[in-house]
């Protein structure tokens, strides 16, 4: 069982980037799907979410209108569009698949992937 979040990197601040969350070992399709983030000594938070079927998502506030999340099941991968970065923004992305339904919480999830570092540059 194995979550692989993958296309952070670093972009000016106005940039784009697309991350990507691949399972492997497990469907994908039977979890909700969290994308978190962490900063060196804060909390890690929830940033955006889907549900099992696709039909409900949720955005932190920070991110409303900014970041779009979408799953392809076919492809077992998760995907979370961020458009409009800030400087803000710069954080470590994690993805995580959570059995119990669509949540914020970060203790709500099962399995996790290594991280992928996102820099934005002012």
């Known amino acids: 069982v194995q979550l692989q979040a993958s296309g952070g990197g670093l972009v000016q601040a106005g940039g784009s980037l697309r991350l990507s969350c691949a399972a492997s070992?497990?469907?994908?399709?039977?979890?909700?799907i969290g994308w978190f983030r962490q900063v060196p000594g804060k909390e890690r938070e929830g940033v955006s979410g889907?549900?099992?079927?696709?039909?409900?998502?949720y955005y932190a506030d920070s991110v409303k209108g900014r970041f779009a999340i979408s799953r392809d099941n076919a492809k077992n991968t998760v995907y979370l569009q961020m458009n409009s970065l800030k400087p803000e923004d710069t954080a470590v992305y994690y993805c995580?698949?959570?059995?119990?339904?669509?949540?914020?919480?970060?203790?709500?999830?099962?399995?996790w992937g290594q991280g992928t570092q996102v820099t934005v540059s002012s």
């Open positions: 070992g497990f469907p994908l399709a039977s979890y909700a």
């Open positions: 889907v549900s099992s079927t696709g039909g409900t998502t």
């Open positions: 995580a698949a959570g059995g119990r339904g669509l949540s914020r919480l970060v203790y709500l999830y099962d399995y």
